[in-house]
Nanobody, 124 residues
Framework: QVQLVESGGGLVQPGGSLRLSCDAS????????VAWFRQAPEKEREFVAA????????EYANSVKGRFTISRDNAKLTVHLQMNSLKPEDTAVYYC?????????????????WGQGTHVTVSS
């Protein structure tokens, strides 16, 4: 069973940037689709971005399109989420998730492996 660990969260001013990382424990991660989800206080868990196992297909929520970029380095068993032009409404706990999907999915229920999350706070 793969273990996932998120890092890179913190406090940033509106308009700033953060780079989140999701590090996996074993090599089968290279064949997994990976997604980022987030959950803000008093809100449901929300899809953010996803990437297929090859790293050549991505999907983004409309709310982050053009501002966030998901990428992966399978040799390092790592997926990144580059977040630019951050807004206060991006404040949430960010989770990475993975599973052996053929493509990408926005459906959280299809992902079996989850990290513990990293906090992102966007505030002046």
């Amino acid at each position: 069973q793969v273990q996932l660990v998120e890092s890179g969260g913190g406090l940033v001013q509106p308009g700033g940037s953060l780079r989140l990382s999701c590090d996996a424990s074993e090599s089968t991660f290279s064949m997994y689709a990976v997604a980022w989800f987030r959950q803000a206080p008093e809100k449901e868990r929300e899809f953010v971005a996803a990437i297929n196992w090859r790293g050549d297909s991505t999907e983004y929520a409309n709310s982050v399109k053009g501002r966030f970029t998901i990428s992966r380095d399978n040799a390092k068993l790592t997926v990144h989420l580059q977040m630019n032009s951050l807004k206060p409404e991006d404040t949430a706990v960010y989770y990475c998730a993975a599973d052996t999907l053929a493509g990408v999915s926005k459906n959280a229920s299809l992902y079996d492996y989850w990290g513990q999350g990293t906090h992102v706070t966007v505030s002046s």
